[in-house]
């Protein structure tokens, strides 16, 4: 898991059961490490990660934005997105297809459109009180979790 790598990378036992506790960050020294003790796994089994996440370009994103750390700038990362709440539920609708739950849009729309951060509070509300209540929307439950 990536726990295990992780502790593994830091010199701890992987298999430790203890919980680290605090903040946890991964030292930029630590992170060669870790994506060459990933990177063999990501090339192999690309595909089957890439069908196993939200959306299949997330996986190129994130090993991007990992390799960087808290150097990564993304170049739109100001840039409002071109389209109103509506339109990007929408289009999140359209791009991830499976039922998707509020938080699942948001983590699309911060990785398509980085100046969304900015946003993404008024947009849950909004999808809550009127984007989801829109006829061509339809909800199902998931236990407690509600997917659109």
């Known amino acids: 898991t990536c726990k295990q790598l992780v502790k593994k990378a830091y010199g ?6 203890k919980e680290p506790t ?12 870790l994506y060459a003790d ?6 192999k089994d690309k595909l089957e990660i890439e069908k196993s996440m939200l959306h299949p370009k997330f996986l190129d994103i994130m090993v991007e934005r990992f390799l960087e750390g808290e150097k990564y700038k993304h ?13 990007l539920a929408l289009l999140a609708f359209v791009a991830l297809k499976n039922p998707i739950n509020v938080e699942q849009i948001v983590v699309y729309l911060l990785f ?7 946003h993404q509070d008024i947009f849950r509300k909004k999808f809550v009180s009127e984007i989801s209540k829109q006829k061509e929307i339809d909800m199902v439950e998931y236990g407690n979790d509600k997917r659109y």
């Open 75 to 87: 170049p739109k990362q100001q840039n409002m997105p071109p389209y109103n709440l509506r339109q």
């Open 38 to 43: 990933i990177s063999p796994v990501l090339k």
């Open 12 to 17: 701890q036992n992987p298999h430790d059961e």
């Open 22 to 33: 605090g903040s946890f960050r991964i030292k930029p020294a630590v992170v060669q490490r």
């Open 112 to 118: 398509l459109f980085p100046g969304f951060s900015a």
